[in-house]
């Protein structure tokens, strides 16, 4: 069964801190890797994607992926109030559609 | 730029009663989802679509649920006979295989 497995939250940090998020998933055929971010009442964002292991670095947000353990990883640098939201990971396992993970909820205190 | 977008943006209905909501994916996409998520909680995977068939569908999907897609660009979720617990937001998503999955607005659905 194609799974991917998230920490609920909610996990706190404080302003200026930063923010690590974390996802496995269970194909180790995956190829494509996502990050969506949803504030409440709102439909999800992408905020970022990525296809190769290492990090990849947009802004003030980082994506980590390890295929080799399965792992991918949002971090976000300098976290604001206005991060605080439930984020997405979304994982391609071969050739069926996104399977979505049930998402954390981040809060960032003032 | 292209988007999903979704109709209507809220729909109130007496329990019971079926309702259709609609959703034009993206034009050059050719898998389709829909997702629910209740007020306060996560968002739900509900059922996906390729090739006009459902690829995957949670077990939330049940009998009172269908999805369709009648012609070449509305994809439909259907609710036969709608229950409180029926009400949530609705999110269409689409994507190309291996792509980021694009979601319109969502419906909101209140059942009373």
């Known amino acids: 069964q ?10 706190s940090v404080p302003e200026g801190a930063i923010a690590s998020l974390n996802c496995t998933y269970s194909d180790r055929g995956s190829q494509s890797f996502f990050w969506y971010r949803q504030y409440s009442g709102k439909s999800p964002e992408l905020i970022m994607s990525i296809y190769s292991n290492g990090d990849k670095e947009d802004g003030r947000f980082t994506a980590q992926l390890n295929k080799a353990s399965q792992y991918v990883s949002l971090l976000i640098r300098d976290s604001q109030p206005s ?14 559609p996104l399977v979505f993970g049930k998402g954390t909820r981040l809060s960032v205190i003032a | 730029e292209p988007e999903v977008t979704q109709t209507p943006s809220h729909q109130v209905t007496q329990m019971g009663q079926e309702v259709i909501l609609r959703c034009v994916p993206i034009s050059n996409h050719l898998y389709f989802y829909w997702y629910r998520q209740i007020l306060g909680q996560k968002v739900e995977f509900l059922v996906s679509f390729y090739n006009n068939e459902i690829s995957e569908k949670s077990e939330i999907f049940d009998d009172q649920f269908s999805v369709e897609r ?14 409180l617990e ?22 909101r659905l209140t059942v009373v």
């Open chain 1, 83 to 96: 991060d605080s939201a439930t984020y997405l990971c979304a994982v391609n396992m071969g050739n069926t």
């Open chain 1, 2 to 11: 194609k799974e991917v497995e998230q920490n609920s939250g909610p996990l």
């Open chain 2, 86 to 107: 029926d009400s949530a937001m609705y999110f269409c998503a689409s994507n190309r295989l291996g792509t980021e999955a694009f979601f319109g607005q969502g419906t």
């Open chain 2, 70 to 83: 009648p012609d070449g660009s509305n994809f439909t979720l259907k609710i036969r006979s709608t229950k």
